[in-house]
Nanobody, 123 residues
Framework: VQLQASGGGLVQDGDSLKLSCEGS????????MGWFRQAPGNEREFVAG????????FYANSVKGRFTISRDNAKNTVFLQMNSLKPEDTAVYYC?????????????????WGQGTLVTVSS
């Protein structure tokens, strides 16, 4: 599976942004997907995850109620809609998959990673 993330950019406090991650390979539609982020000086952390069929979603407490993960298996794409962005959301965002049908929230359990897209939220 190859993953290509896009959609990052510079926004202001309170703005919205939508990230996309397009995957290739026959197993994409059978695999759970996740979004992770890494701010300078911090470890990579789980943001949101979605099961292979979209029936289950999971969020970090810090983004719950503001971010929404979704997927379109017909287009091999997973999305992260980010609303009410805060300066502390500034990070490089990565999409990843454990290559399994269920979500894994630990970065070390991810098998494939996208290249990352930078989100900067100014105050």
């Amino acid at each position: 599976v190859q993953l290509q993330a896009s959609g990052g950019g510079l926004v202001q406090d309170g703005d919205s942004l939508k990230l996309s991650c397009e995957g290739s390979g026959r197993t994409f539609s059978a695999s759970a997907m996740g979004w992770f982020r890494q701010a300078p000086g911090n470890e990579r952390e789980f943001v949101a995850g979605i099961s292979w069929d979209g029936s289950s979603t999971f969020y970090a407490n810090s983004v719950k109620g503001r971010f929404t993960i979704s997927r379109d298996n017909a287009k091999n794409t997973v999305f992260l809609q980010m609303n009410s962005l805060k300066p502390e959301d500034t990070a490089v965002y990565y999409c990843a998959t454990p290559g399994l049908s269920f979500v894994r929230t630990n970065p070390i359990d991810q098998r494939y990673w996208g290249q990352g897209t930078l989100v900067t939220v100014s105050s």
